[in-house]
């Protein structure tokens, strides 16, 4: 079964940026929809970004014009770079498939943003 790593997290300054990565143990191009997801405590899962297999983005109101999503299909990768980030962007961050093609979360990469 393929398995997610996510990488790229740590502490940052508000204004700042980051670059998250996300490696799968296999092939993620028949995989439609990626998208990276992020969680605070009290709260759920919260989709930010997404990406079509042919690179078509769709992002959450609140982070779009700061966050870009991408994806490497032949590294089997999807990056989220992150600029101009805020104390609210503080979270742990997931990729995974989106909606009926997900896989098994990852331990997800926390980021945290200081004011």
């Known amino acids: 079964q393929v398995r997610l790593v996510e990488s790229g997290g740590g502490l940052v300054q508000a204004g700042g940026s980051l670059r998250l990565s996300c490696v799968a143990s296999g092939s993620i191009s028949s995989i439609n929809v990626m998208g990276w997801y992020r969680r605070t405590p009290g709260k759920l899962r919260e989709l930010v970004a997404r990406?079509?297999?042919?690179?078509?983005?769709n992002y959450a109101d609140s982070v779009k014009g700061r966050f870009t999503i991408s994806r490497d299909n032949a590294k089997n990768t999807v990056y989220l770079q992150m600029n101009s980030l805020k104390a609210e962007d503080t979270a742990i961050y997931y990729c995974?498939?989106?909606?009926?093609?997900?896989?098994?979360w990852g331990q997800g990469a926390q980021v945290t943003v200081s004011s």
């Open positions: 990406v079509t297999r042919g690179g078509v983005t």
């Open positions: 995974n498939g989106v909606s009926n093609e997900a896989l098994p």
